[in-house]
C-alpha cells in the first residue's frame, strides 16, 4: 500500500520558518518525481516545488523561489520542503505527491501551513 505522510505543519508569524515533511512508503520510488503542492481556501491546487530522488531536478514556483528549499533523504525515503521568509499568503494545507510518467499519481493527506501576519 502507497503511502506519502506529511508532517511538520503548523501556525507560525510571518517572516518565520517551518519544515515539512514526506515519508514515502509502500513501493520504490526512486524513479518517481516528488512533487510539493499546496491549496489556500477558495482557490485551486497549486504547484510549489519538485525534486528527484538523485536530489537533482528541482524546480520552484516563482511565489517561492529563493524562500523554499526541497530536498530529499534516500535513507529515510523522505522529501522535505524549507519554507523560509513565511508570508500570510503562504497559508495553504501542503500537499506531497509523486510523479511519473508526467502525472502526479499518489497524494498525500496535506499538512496545514498558517501564516499570521
Known amino acids: 500500500q502507497v503511502q506519502l505522510v506529511e508532517s511538520g505543519g503548523g501556525l507560525v508569524q510571518a517572516g518565520g520558518s517551518l519544515r515539512l515533511s514526506c515519508a514515502a512508503s509502500?513501493?520504490?520510488?526512486?524513479?518517481?518525481?516528488m512533487g510539493w503542492f499546496r491549496q489556500a481556501p477558495g482557490k485551486e491546487r497549486e504547484f510549489v516545488a519538485r525534486i528527484t530522488w538523485s536530489g537533482g531536478g528541482t524546480y520552484y514556483a516563482d511565489s517561492v523561489k529563493g524562500r523554499f528549499s526541497v530536498s530529499t533523504d534516500n535513507a529515510k525515503n523522505t522529501v522535505y520542503l524549507q519554507m523560509n521568509s513565511l508570508k500570510p499568503e503562504d497559508t495553504a494545507v501542503y500537499y506531497c505527491s509523486a510523479g511519473i510518467g508526467g502525472s502526479y499519481v499518489y497524494w498525500g493527506q496535506g499538512t496545514q501551513v498558517t501564516v499570521s501576519s
Open positions: 509502500g513501493r520504490t520510488f526512486s524513479r518517481y518525481v
